[in-house]
């Protein structure tokens, strides 16, 4: 029993490590598939990513979650006096939560691309940019690869955090409630 109790929290460092390391290559190729994904259509003229501000935000989220991915894999094998447990847990949250908030970004603009706006006499663009999209769609995924990577490790460091403390103890009222039934 103390094998496994002593080994479960390498375990557990070991998987945290390996879902950080992953998502520094997720971030990373979805910059890239976004920053160079561009057309140019000869009716409608040229677009790129800096057209759309929604993936400009992307990319900055995904440049962002990249560094501290790598900072916190860093920080993980470094002894110090502080406690990281929540340091890592609130940062992993915030993380997770801009990467959701990015992703839902791109997701309606792929969505306006591929449907249009009729309300607005918006037509569909990936009509016309089909290219651009089908990337748009790649970077999407991946984007949201990373993310799951980051909501597990959004789990991993809430359970770190909130195993260092007991379960409360049943309260007096509690104790003499069960003796009398």
């Known amino acids: 029993m103390s094998n496994l109790a002593e080994t479960a929290p390498n375990?557990?460092?070991?998987?945290?490590?390996?879902l950080r390391l992953c998502v520094i290559p997720l971030s990373v190729a979805t910059i890239w598939l976004t920053v160079t994904n561009q057309q140019d259509n000869s009716i409608y003229g040229k677009i790129d990513y800096s057209n759309l501000t929604g993936l400009k935000y992307m990319v900055y989220i995904s440049g962002i979650s990249a560094g501290y991915a790598l900072v916190a894999v860093v920080?993980?094998?470094?002894?110090?006096?502080?406690n990281k447990a929540w340091l890592?847990?609130?940062?992993?949250?915030?993380?997770?939560y801009l990467m959701v908030t990015s992703g839902a970004a791109v997701l309606e603009i792929?969505?306006?691309?591929?449907?249009?706006?009729?309300?607005?006499?918006w037509s569909e663009a990936c009509a016309s940019f089909g290219k651009?999209?089908?990337?748009?769609?790649?970077?999407?995924?991946?984007?949201?690869l990373a993310l799951s990577c980051f909501l597990l490790l959004?789990?991993?460091?809430?359970?770190?955090?909130?195993?260092?403390?007991?379960?409360?103890?049943?309260?007096?009222?509690?104790?003499?409630?069960?003796?009398?039934?």
Not at 159 to 171: A, D, G, I, Q
Request: aromatic content about 12%.
């Open 11 to 18: 375990t557990l460092k070991v998987i945290d490590c390996s």
């Open 75 to 82: 920080a993980s094998w470094v002894r110090c006096v502080v």
């Open 88 to 96: 890592f847990f609130v940062s992993d949250q915030v993380i997770a």
């Open 110 to 121: 792929l969505y306006l691309a591929y449907k249009g706006d009729r309300g607005v006499t």
């Open 132 to 144: 651009f999209c089908s990337r748009l769609n790649l970077a999407l995924a991946i984007h949201a």
């Open 154 to 181: 959004a789990l991993i460091s809430a359970y770190r955090v909130f195993s260092m403390f007991h379960p409360p103890l049943p309260s007096k009222d509690l104790e003499e409630e069960a003796r009398v039934s």
